[in-house]
């Protein structure tokens, strides 16, 4: 979703990554769903990108088989 809502706001992957203060290398594991993040960039990449960031239970979250 992160590379998704970017690209709609018009960004390059640097662009991004200069509001929140991240190299691009890391960014590219981020879209590429290789590489791991804390909460803070986490919350930064979601503001930065008009997203909003939820935490619920894990017990409230549905699986899929």
Avoid: H
Wanted: glycine share 4%.
């Amino acid at each position: 979703i992160i590379q998704e809502k970017r690209k709609e706001k018009g960004w390059t992957q640097k662009e991004l990554c200069d509001v929140v203060k991240m190299s691009r290398d890391r960014l590219i594991r981020l879209e590429n769903g290789t590489g791991m993040f804390c909460e803070m960039e986490l919350w930064n990449i979601c503001a930065a990108l008009d997203l909003k960031l939820v935490i619920v239970p894990v017990e409230n979250i549905i699986s899929y088989p």
